[in-house]
């Protein structure tokens, strides 16, 4: 039954504990308690309600997708293909303009297939393709734009870390997610695509492809090719049989998505080896792995509890009765809620988001008719648009941290990211307009 005071109590704690700064998983956990305590009016149920939240969360297998993809991931990022990749993608597209930023958009598409977080992403081509693009005299804002940009792709193309927490969350099946963000995370990309060589025919002296004598320059006169023919082709039918192995199985119903992560990471582990990881590397791999997952992990033990919470006091069916008995249209009400992944992303990190407004807007979303599915691809887009946001804006802040280069500002990097928020944007229209952009793969594979 709701209660109005606790509800109130409860939401105004939450943003109090948010704005503090105090870390999310610790103000889901304090609110969840001061909200079960002020229903119940005893201590033992509240003890009893952690206990048996944490004792769930513990015994169910699907929270260990997020780790073991990521170490997939991780595996894969270390053993040097992504940069062989890369190479042999600038060397296949010489003829387009702005080829570096093009192989940049293409590679870290390829890359979201193996890796479910984007900081690993905008962290690897950080290293990979900016040193490159600088000596290549591409404008710097133009080229950490194009990677931060197209970092955003791994939290929308499958394995995301973002759609397997949306999926626990839900209770959805993490690999109809999977399937719904591909065709998504394709269209960005190409939008994308079209954004770099439309910018590099109009402005070619951002590119870096005139000379001061206004003659064309010759990138494969400067550029050095490190890897061998053999070992692009080698990293490519590696990364290929990852791919459509773990995924694919998935699809298929072959293995569950935690035995196809299991899977992942141990091909990748193989992979790895193959290509020359060493035992300090593969060790680093799994530090690396440890200190990202295990707060995702806890931040995901939190929500549980809030979501509980949030049951027992009525907060979500209120919320719910509001906005249906508003009046207005449901578009507007799914307007509102973009609006506010906008404002949330200016200050905290999507996962954090996610934990916080999913438990209440997702069944809000589907009482208004939409999608389910489709839902999942507009939020995990409107969230991940957080990721370029100022003044939080993640993925900016890892790559100024991963380049080491004093003379780009953090605004500046933000500024070039604008181009690629917009087109985020034109994603989400696309989705609400067009819900089958994302329902096509699902509703043909399952």
């Known amino acids: 039954m709701f209660d109005f005071n606790t509800a109130t109590i409860i939401i105004a704690l939450l943003f109090v504990f948010v704005l503090l700064g105090v870390h999310v998983a610790i103000a889901l956990g304090m609110t969840s308690v001061v909200g079960i305590y002020l229903v119940t009016g005893k201590w033992r149920i509240v003890e009893a309600t952690l206990a048996s939240t944490a004792a769930e969360a513990m015994r169910d297998f699907t929270f260990a997708v ?89 939290m929308l193309i499958p394995p995301s870390v973002l759609m397997i927490v949306w999926g626990i969350l ?26 770099i060589i439309g910018t590099a025919i109009l402005r070619p002296g951002i590119t870096g492809e005139r000379m001061s004598d206004g003659s064309k320059r010759d990138y494969d006169l400067d550029s050095p090719v490190t890897a061998s023919r053999s070992q692009v082709l080698f990293s490519v039918a590696g990364m290929a049989f990852i791919i459509l192995g773990v995924l694919g199985g998935i ?11 299991g899977a992942g990471a141990a091909l990748a582990l193989l992979f790895a080896i193959t290509k020359g990881m060493r035992k300090k590397e593969l060790l680093a791999a799994i530090f690396s792995v440890g200190k990202t997952a295990a707060p995702i992990l806890i931040l995901l033990l939190a929500a549980a509890l809030y979501s509980r919470t949030l049951a027992m006091t009525g907060v979500t069916t209120a919320i719910q009765d509001f906005f249906l008995n ?25 996962i954090s988001i996610m934990l916080l407004t999913v438990p209440i807007f997702e069944p809000l979303a589907t009482a208004l008719g939409f999608d389910r599915i489709a839902f999942a691809v507009i939020g995990i887009l409107a969230i991940e648009a957080g990721l370029l946001t100022p003044p939080f804006g993640l993925l900016v802040y890892t790559v100024k941290a991963s380049i080491q280069d004093s003379s780009v500002s953090v605004s500046q990097i933000f500024r ?27 509703q043909l594979l399952f």
Request: charged content about 5%.
């Open 66 to 154: 997020i780790p073991l993809f990521m170490l997939m991931g991780e595996f894969i990022g270390r053993s040097g293909a992504i940069t062989d990749i890369y190479q042999a993608i600038n060397r296949g597209v010489r003829a387009l303009p702005g080829r570096l930023a093009v192989a940049t958009v293409i590679g870290n598409t390829i890359f979201s297939f193996v890796t479910g977080v984007s900081i690993a992403s905008a962290a690897a081509f950080s290293r990979i393709a900016y040193p490159e693009m600088k000596a290549m005299g591409y404008h710097k804002g133009f080229a950490l734009g194009a990677i931060a940009g197209s970092s955003c792709l791994g």
């Open 170 to 195: 839900t209770e959805q099946s993490i690999g109809q997610l999977f399937l719904a963000g591909i065709i998504p995370g394709i269209l960005l990309a190409s939008m994308f695509l079209i954004y």
């Open 251 to 261: 699809w298929f119903g072959i293995f569950t998505p935690t035995e196809g992560a």
């Open 326 to 350: 508003s009046g207005l249209s449901p578009f507007m009400i799914l307007g509102l809620i973009i609006f506010v992944w906008f404002l949330l992303g200016m200050v905290i990190d999507s």
């Open 416 to 442: 070039s990211s604008v181009p690629y928020w917009i087109i985020m944007l034109i994603g989400i229209v696309s989705v609400v307009m067009f819900p089958q952009i994302a329902n096509y793969l699902p």
